[in-house]
């Protein structure tokens, strides 16, 4: 019934949509409403850049909606902090595998055909919806302030020698064992490693994903934690999607690998300890 709906708020979470089919537009504005969303429509790649500024938590997009100008406005949000909070999901037709291949290049997180992504749209909703609501809250302790595990340290060596598969291994120990929102800190560096790993592998797409994955979860936690520059390694890992965003599948090999993020971190923490 009408009543059991929660209305749109300024508060709720920014859905964009750019879609011509006006029955499914409805639908989207109606699931949207069910979750407590705000959905903005937009039909030119200005009026979706406009609403990328505001930082949504979801942009739908459908391939061939008119102006292809889409690709270009997606690929520069994608290589910032908001992009990166954001999920981008572009839907069509599963034969048109040229406009397919385009919208992931451009930084879509994922491109389904309609049928897929009209099945998906409540949870989709839902998830953004939770997940808006949970932004802004970082973490200030919940294990931050305490001394790194030993173990920990022994991943982030190898990380910093380039021994990415290596420090997945060490730091997934380290995660799995840590029940504490703090284990943010060990899964977003073992994702920047594997990010890294595909780079050297020339798997553009699974750096992509792997960043993607991880800068999110660094952005939870304080700028220092367990000793660990956590902000300047996010910047880093910012940077390197950026330019991995810039450069495409098919000139990963150029990029330098001076923009592999390194990890700082305060062998003896807290001070005084």
């Given at each position: 019934?009408?009543?059991?709906?929660p209305?749109?708020?300024?508060?709720?979470p920014l859905?964009?949509?750019?879609?011509?089919?006006?029955?499914?537009?409805v639908?989207?504005?109606?699931i949207?409403?069910r979750?407590?969303?705000?959905l903005r429509?937009?039909?030119s790649?200005?009026?979706?850049?406009?609403?990328l500024a505001e930082g949504p938590a979801?942009v739908?997009?459908?391939?061939?909606a008119g102006d292809a100008g889409w690709?270009e406005v997606?690929?520069?949000f994608?290589?910032?902090?908001?992009?990166?909070r954001?999920?981008?999901?572009?839907?069509g037709?599963?034969l048109?595998v040229a406009?397919?291949?385009?919208a992931?290049?451009a930084?879509?997180d994922?491109?389904w055909?309609?049928?897929?992504?009209t099945a998906?749209?409540?949870?989709?909703?839902?998830?953004?919806?939770a997940h808006?609501?949970?932004e802004g809250?970082?973490?200030?302790?919940?294990g931050c302030d305490d001394?790194l595990?030993?173990?920990?340290?022994?991943?982030?060596?190898?990380?910093?020698?380039?021994e990415y598969?290596a420090q997945?291994e060490?730091?997934?120990?380290?995660?799995?064992?840590e029940?504490?929102p703090v284990?943010?800190?060990?899964?977003g560096i073992?994702?920047?490693?594997?990010?890294c790993?595909?780079?050297?592998?020339?798997n553009?797409?699974?750096?992509?994903?792997?960043l993607r994955?991880?800068?999110?979860?660094?952005?939870r936690l304080p700028?220092?934690?367990?000793?660990?520059?956590?902000?300047t390694?996010?910047?880093?890992?910012?940077?390197?999607?950026?330019?991995?965003?810039?450069?495409?599948p098919?000139?990963?090999?150029?990029?330098?690998?001076?923009?592999?993020p390194?990890?700082?971190?305060?062998a003896?923490?807290?001070?005084?300890?």
């Amino acid at each position: 019934m009408a009543e059991h709906s929660p209305s749109p708020t300024d508060a709720g979470p920014l859905v964009v949509a750019w879609t011509q089919d006006l029955f499914f537009g409805v639908r989207i504005e109606d699931i949207s409403r069910r979750v407590g969303a705000r959905l903005r429509l937009v039909g030119s790649a200005g009026e979706l850049a406009a609403a990328l500024a505001e930082g949504p938590a979801l942009v739908l997009i459908e391939l061939g909606a008119g102006d292809a100008g889409w690709h270009e406005v997606v690929r520069g949000f994608k290589g910032t902090a908001s992009g990166q909070r954001s999920l981008v999901v572009a839907f069509g037709s599963h034969l048109d595998v040229a406009a397919r291949r385009a919208a992931r290049q451009a930084g879509s997180d994922h491109v389904w055909a309609k049928s897929h992504l009209t099945a998906e749209l409540p949870a989709l909703l839902a998830r953004a919806s939770a997940h808006v609501q949970g932004e802004g809250r970082r973490l200030t302790g919940d294990g931050c302030d305490d001394a790194l595990p030993a173990e920990a340290s022994r991943g982030f060596a190898e990380f910093n020698r380039g021994e990415y598969f290596a420090q997945h291994e060490t730091l997934e120990g380290v995660w799995f064992a840590e029940k504490r929102p703090v284990r943010d800190l060990y899964q977003g560096i073992l994702q920047l490693g594997l990010a890294c790993y595909h780079v050297e592998q020339g798997n553009w797409r699974g750096a992509v994903k792997m960043l993607r994955r991880a800068l999110p979860r660094l952005a939870r936690l304080p700028e220092v934690c367990q000793g660990v520059q956590v902000e300047t390694l996010r910047q880093a890992g910012e940077a390197m999607l950026a330019e991995l965003t810039r450069l495409g599948p098919e000139r990963i090999a150029e990029l330098d690998r001076r923009l592999f993020p390194r990890i700082l971190w305060q062998a003896s923490y807290p001070p005084g300890a």
